[in-house]
């Protein structure tokens, strides 16, 4: 009578497909929050605070954002005459598929209307991805402690789950540049001044 341990063997995995996973993310929600911005600049402030260039899982939308990012923060026009220039400026044009991309990202997104939603599900798999790397680190400090005691993986465990929440529960209320700020707060000052001279 042979003894079968109901325990996974954790030297292999349990098929091919568990070395192939791709992690979460949602291109068209990344594709839609992008074209988005490019339609109505002004729904920069319900994404601002939301979502981060490092929050994309394409690098050619990382890189997009970041120059969005940039280009509000100096009260520029982000469309796709002047993210083309800008990223032909840093030489990254042809690195998020030049002109053609931008392009189609303006036009396959039907309207800003749902930004919000799509920046949530862009955030909602960044965060997902972050637990998977963390839950990975994990792993591998419980396979090689490297003379740690328990007490202190398990101390460095929920530090590293606890910043991945932190950052989850601030979502909405992250930092923004001052600049930008003071330059948004500055024309609704002047707005609201001259809306009430006769």
Do not use: C
């Not at 949602?26 to 601002?48: C, F, H, K, R, Y």
């Amino acid at each position: 009578m042979t003894f079968e341990s109901p325990l996974p063997d954790y030297d292999e995995p349990e098929t091919d497909y568990d070395q192939l996973r791709i992690p979460p993310h949602s291109v068209q929600a990344e594709q839609s929050v992008i074209g988005g911005l490019m339609l109505d600049n002004s729904t920069w402030d319900q994404v601002a605070d939301r979502v981060g260039p490092e929050d994309f899982y394409r690098r050619e939308h990382q890189l997009i954002f970041g120059v969005i990012r940039i280009l509000a923060d100096e009260q520029k026009p982000f469309d796709v005459v002047t993210l083309a220039e800008e990223l032909e400026r840093r030489e990254e044009l042809d690195d998020v598929g030049g002109l053609p991309y931008l392009a189609a990202l303006a036009e396959d997104t039907p309207s800003a209307a749902n930004i919000r939603a799509y920046a949530d599900i862009v955030r909602e798999h960044s965060v997902t991805r972050q637990l998977i790397r963390v839950g990975t680190e994990i792993a591998e400090s419980g396979f090689r402690p490297e003379g740690r005691k328990v007490a202190e993986l398990l101390d460095e465990a929920e530090n590293k789950v606890f910043q991945i929440a932190e950052q989850r529960n601030r979502e909405g209320e992250g930092f923004q540049p001052i600049k930008g700020l003071l330059a948004r707060a500055i024309d609704r000052i002047e707005e609201l001044q001259s809306s009430d001279e006769p």
